[in-house]
């Protein structure tokens, strides 16, 4: 209680004094008082009781002027009824309080201490009615006070029956509850008038405390005209502040919106607001109780008191809860007599409860505290609902009656003149709360529930800016941008307990409480009453009122189980908040006419009429215009809202939130394959973003941002549509359909713009190359929306995605182009040259080839770039394939142009794997590109050698250009690594080897001289020969190849063979030619194995006759090989019998008759078998695998 703090405590800001606004003491100041609360002692009985002054305009304190004795008080001081910063409001009062207390005066500390309501408080009121609550069972007197719940917090103001039906007798307004009270409580009811003691009393009051804070303590008479003037000022002044209700209420100036608002002030024009916190209740209190202080006493309350009158219980519960509530520690009473100042007398504030004839218990006090909230709070649960606590003088009963229902039962529900103030207390709370940032996701189920009571209560007519701002704050509270964690993001909302109402669960909650506190005898007297307090003195029974259930139920936030359910939501909300907006525009008149139940047509153009890509480019050229003029801020709004007026932002804020809700409800029904629905989404969420450009002033990049990301996947979605045309109706028909909801939004869309900004971007085309282009296009602007306002630096993640994708359209594109053009060639006569169309085509696919390269190469994704390259590489082979057709088949020569573009391909391909860099950046693209290279090489080779340009090349350079060409192809060409692909590689490198080896052979044949060069040529045939068929050995689905590849050895034996000339040189050819005979027994048996097959087949699947087992085994090449097989072994077996037996008969050698005997054995069989005609082609193969294992056994002995 020291002089410090006290003084602290008091001492007001600076400026306070002036209460033109609310000066809040800063955050130091506020804690500071913090350490005065006070625990009293108090006859054994414990009361906590801790104040902290959160507001004080009084002045320091000063030591208050003690009267002699023997003053006369009945006489006016100099200084009386002049305004004293010392006093406050206090002048003419009753210790401060004979101004009536004003009937919204808890609404005025509420606006101030908007951070405390909902949450932290339980109780909002003026000190005088708290003070009146707690004397209820020792009172007599009436009570009447208004109730409302703002969160966990009470509201409790006087409402003065007396004041309000004069009000009513003038005015009109409140007739319904005058009716209501006269039929239900006091049917002759007059106004009182209070008598003239009372005014004598509150004279001599008023001179007293002027006497105390003038000083020098005698008594100055003033000209008796003043004196006789001071009663009927003083009753002037009371009548005036009494008349302090108000017409139906008008918005506060602060959140005005209609001119003719009359300045209601909900002021807060207490002298001090203090949190008062009573045992475990929490209180935010109004007093104006004049303080002094000063020498030995730092804080005293002072009080005047006839020496005839001893003090009652009524006024020693008075003084004590004033010292309480404004931790006052002492108290000093003048005692006069017929107003002739007696004496002094000082007392402690814990002993006022002791006093003779003013004994009173403090835990008594304190039961009846905790039971009156109990009741309020178990009885008062709706929000935004006034209620009437009303005791009658002389009764026992005390009733709370529900005005908002009974208000609604009349013709006007908005004649309830608490309506706008609670609504705006509502508001105020949501959005303070909503500001807390980092804790508004535990209280979203308080703030919607404040917000939906606050719609709730306002007639939209009338109060258009806060249902829209309202409605706006409901849809902020659903998260958009968190699609993913609907989960867990939804979980913590539920397990707020201690927050409002749900709707849900308010009849509930009434049910059970009228149950619990019965309804008295009288029907007539309760079945308007939400509860009854049977006797007042139940109220001094300790936790008698105390709730059994839980005296809040949980709010709940609703938990979305879907995206679409949670925009839904959303959309609902900016659908109410257009309205508001809308309905507040006068210029109605001038706008054109709309029916919000019509749907909009969407405009459907055939591609004919739109004039397909061509047309986008002019669509793209007045888009990119129109990009260029927001960033000068051209404003265009057809509906004539002025720019910077609450419907402007409002509608601004509104608009986006709606394109916001499009757009993740289009990214929703993406995800779910549904493209018509996303197109007509998407199309929604651009016509809200196009609005929002006409009305803005000043486009802000993150709006930008999110234009980028709609038009980005519009994109998207035209991709899937051009992707998935076989599903074209169900994507028509879900893009053609149009919810209510969404049509009257567009209508609120429509009264300020056209909205067909982006209309080229989301029309549904039935044309595949339209689609692409509009996708590519709308990839391209939302790339040049981040050029434009350098959104690429700050944002590089959406920026690399934009070029990605405008990467991967333009490779579509190409691709679409490029297969256009070989199905051209392919119906192309093969003599007729390329036709202008075809080169059209590769113009337009090679054009979106390099952009798209440039695109990857922009953003460092070589694994992409090389895929373009690649796909460049087969537009270059299609182009060569294209040129080969020229010219008659006989004729034909390997044109310079093919080779032009065969190199073209090659260098495309070269440089892909330049970009990859290595096999590990990305193994498969490496693979295909190599194989891509490898084939290009080899097709090349093989032109070359099918149709070698003689006319225009000698044959050596020919020979050479094959042999490099295909070397190279076999260099890229993996026939090691295992893959899917290592058949593929080990048969084209079979292959590969096989034609050098025959063309090395036709080279031998064919060259004459240069013995050196033969020489060469014979090495190289005979090396290449052995590849092939190691390679083709690998393979088990080539025998023929593999039979092919043995019988051109063993021509290649032959030839050699006539070029000897000594019988052992000839012998020895001979026999290696047999022995590659002999070796060709595997291919016979891969033949005959699918022979098997083929001949099992009809028998084990009559169904499946026609079925070919092994597709790649031709039976006419297999007879054609058989034959000439069958002819070389003959010849073999022959000439090898012929020269055996010319070198026996000149000497004899045991191995060689041995040889001799079984050629001869295996040659008349072979010459029996081809004699028959008869044998099928199964059992010449059996009887050539016979012969084969014969001659291998028996050869074998003389090799």
């Keep these: 209680m020291g002089d410090s703090k006290e003084a602290g405590a008091e001492s007001p800001p600076a400026g306070a004094a002036a209460r033109g606004g609310l000066s809040l003491l800063s955050q130091g100041e506020s804690e500071e008082p913090s350490a005065q609360g006070s625990a009293l002692f108090l006859g054994g009985n ?24 023997k003053t006369d008080l009945k006489l006016p001081p100099a200084n009386w009824l002049r305004e004293s910063a010392k006093l406050g409001p206090a002048g003419t009062t009753i210790l401060g309080n004979s101004k009536k207390s004003k009937p919204f005066s808890s609404f005025g500390m509420a606006y101030d201490f908007i951070d405390s309501v909902g949450n932290d408080v339980d109780v909002v009121s003026d000190s005088e009615n708290i003070k009146k609550l707690l004397k209820i069972p020792y009172s007599k007197s009436h009570v009447s006070m208004a109730v409302h719940r703002i969160g966990r917090t009470l509201l409790l103001d006087e409402l003065d029956i007396q004041e309000l039906f004069m009000r009513s007798s003038q005015t009109g307004d409140w007739t319904w509850l005058k009716e209501f009270y006269q039929r239900l409580i006091d049917q002759k009811w007059q106004r009182k008038k209070k008598s003239k003691e009372h005014w004598y009393q509150k004279a001599i009051l008023s001179k007293f405390l002027y006497y105390s804070i003038n000083g020098d303590g005698a008594a100055q008479p003033v000209p008796s005209a003043a004196e006789q003037q001071g009663p009927s000022s003083s009753d002037q002044a009371t009548d005036s502040d009494g008349a302090s209700w108000p017409a139906p209420f008008e918005m506060p100036s602060s959140v005005s919106e209609d001119p003719s608002a009359s300045s209601q002030g909900l002021k807060n024009d207490f002298v001090r607001n203090i949190l008062w916190t009573f045992e475990d209740i929490h209180m935010l209190v109004g007093s104006n109780m004049p303080i002094f202080g000063g ?43 017929n107003g002739i100042v007696q004496k002094y007398e000082m007392i402690k504030t814990e002993e006022i409860p002791n006093l003779e004839n003013s004994n009173f218990s403090t835990k008594v006090i304190k039961d009846i505290a905790q039971n009156i909230l109990s009741f309020l709070k178990s009885n008062c649960t709706k929000e935004g609902h006034t209620y009437w606590l009303f005791k009658a003088s002389g009764s026992d009963i005390v009733k709370l009656y529900d005005l908002t229902t009974l208000c609604e ?86 397990e707020n307990s201690d927050e409002s109402y749900s709707e849900e669960e308010e009849e509930l909650a009434d049910s059970d409480e009228n149950g619990s506190y019965g309804t008295g005898s009288d029907p007539s007297d309760d079945n308007k009453a939400v509860a009854i307090i049977k006797s007042v003195g139940e109220l001094s029974v300790p936790e008698k009122y105390k709730s059994i259930h839980q005296i809040r139920p949980s709010c ?94 409002m509608k601004l804020q509104l608009i986006l939130k709606s394109s916001k809700a499009y757009y993740v409800l289009s990214d929703a029904a993406m995800s779910l394959q549904k493209y018509g629905r996303a197109l007509r989404y998407i199309k929604l969420a651009l016509q809200s973003h196009d609005t929002y ?75 595949l190359e339209s689609q692409l282009s509009v996708s590519c ?156 290279l490898s084939t290009t090489y080899f097709t090349m080779a093989t032109l070359q050698q099918d149709y070698a340009p003689l006319s225009r090349k000698a ?66 045939a005979d090396l290449h020969y052995s590849k092939a068929v190691k390679l083709f050995q690998l393979l088990k689905d080539a025998p023929c190849e593999l039979l092919r590849v043995q019988l051109e050895r063993v021509a290649f034996a032959e030839f050699q063979m006539t070029s000897q000339n000594s019988n052992v040189g000839k012998l020895k050819t001979l026999s290696g030619a047999l022995d590659i005979m002999v070796r060709t027994k595997h291919a016979f048996q891969l033949i005959r194995k699918e022979l098997v097959e083929e001949f099992d087949q009809p028998k084990s699947d009559e169904s499946a006759p026609a079925a070919d087992p092994s597709p790649g085994l031709s039976r006419e090449e297999v007879i054609k090989l058989l034959s000439i097989f069958e002819s070389r072994l003959s ?37 029996r078998a081809t004699a028959n005609r008869n044998s099928t082609l199964l059992e010449r193969i059996d009887v050539l695998i016979q012969l084969l294992d014969q001659l291998a056994r028996g050869g074998s002995g003389g090799q």
Excluded at 598 to 627: C, H, N, V, W
């Design 777 to 932: 296009k709308c990839y391209e602007a939302a790339n040049e929306i981040l050029q434009f306002s350098d959104l690429k630096s700050q944002n590089p993640e959406h920026y690399v995605q934009v070029l990605k994708r405008m990467g991967n359209i333009r490779n579509e594109i190409g691709v679409f182009y490029m297969n256009q053009a070989a199905a051209l060639q392919s119906e192309r006569v093969v003599s007729k040259s390329v036709s202008t169309a075809e080169q059209q085509l590769w113009k337009k696919s090679f054009s979106c080839f390099e952009k798209g390269i440039h695109n990857f190469e922009s953003i460092d994704d070589a694994t992409n770039a090389a895929l373009l390259l690649c796909n460049t590489g087969r537009l270059m082979r299609i182009c060569a394939q294209a040129h080969c057709g020229a010219g008659d088949e006989f004729k034909r020569e390997f044109s310079p142009e093919e080779g032009l573009y065969y190199n073209k391909a090659v260098d495309y391909y070269l440089k892909a794997l330049r970009s990859l860099g290595t096999r590990d950046i990305h193994p498969a693209v490496w693979d295909s590109v190599n194989w891509e």
């Design 556 to 649: 709940t936030f609703p938990v979305c189980h879907d995206t679409e359910e949670r925009c839904r939501l959303v959309l609902s909300y900016v659908l109410e908040g257009l309205k508001s907006v809308d309905s507040s525009i006068k210029k109605e008149s001038d706008l054109p006419a709309a029916d919000p139940n019509t749907p909009i047509p969407l405009k459907y153009e055939d591609e004919s009429t739109r004039g397909g890509p061509e047309g986008l480019e002019k669509q793209m050229a007045l888009f990119l215009d129109k990009m260029g003029s927001l960033q000068k801020g051209n404003y265009s709004s057809q509906s004539g809202m002025i720019p910077g007026s609450w419907q402007h932002k």
């Design 46 to 69: 414990e009361v906590k009781s801790r104040a902290v002054v959160k507001y004080s305009s009084a002045p320091p304190r000063t030591a208050f002027a003690r009267l002699e004795e």
């Design 295 to 337: 020498g030995r006493y730092p804080a005293v309350s002072l009080r005047l008191r006839d020496n005839n009158k001893p003090i009652n219980v009524l006024t020693g519960i008075d003084y004590w809860l004033d010292n309480l509530i404004c931790n006052v520690p002492e108290l000093v009473m003048c005692f006069h007599v």
């Design 693 to 767: 450009c006409c009305l803005c002033t000043n486009m802000l990049s993150e709006v930008l941002l999110f234009l980028s990301q709609y038009l980005t996947l519009c994109g998207d979605i035209q991709l899937m549509l051009a992707q998935n045309a076989n599903n074209r109706a169900a994507h028509l028909e879900e893009f053609n359909y149009q919810t209510k909801e969404d049509q009257e939004i567009l209508h609120s869309l429509h009264r300020e713009s056209p909205c067909q900004g982006f209309a080229w971007a989301t029309d549904l085309s039935t044309d």
């Design 409 to 494: 039962e009349t013709e006007d529900k908005y004649q309830n003149p608490f309506t706008m103030p609670v609504a705006i207390l509502l508001y105020k709370v949501a959005c303070n709360m909503m500001m807390k940032k980092n804790q508004n996701k535990k209280h979203y189920g308080t703030i919607r529930t404040l917000l939906l009571n606050c719609v709730k209560l306002l007639d939209k007519s009338r109060h258009p800016q806060i249902i829209a701002s309202a409605n706006y704050m409901l849809s902020e509270l659903f998260q958009l941008d968190e699609p993913k964690k609907e989960e867990s993001s939804e979980s913590p909302l539920n």
């Design 955 to 1020: 044959q050596e350079q020919i020979e050479k250009e094959v042999s490099e060409a295909m070397m190279k192809s076999l260099k890229h060409c993996d026939v090691d690594s295992v893959s899917a692909r290592q058949p593929l590689c080990q048969y084209r490198a079979a292959t590969i080897h096989h034609r050098l080896a025959s063309m090395y052979h036709s080279c031998l044949r064919n060259q004459v001289g240069d013995e050196h060069l033969r020489k060469q040529h014979r090495v190289l």
């Design 1131 to 1167: 010849f073999l077996l022959l000439q090898s019998i012929k020269l055996l037996s010319s070198t026996k008969k000149k000497m004899s050698n045991t191995e060689e008759d041995v040889v001799l005997k079984t050629n001869k054995q295996i040659y008349s069989q072979l010459l």
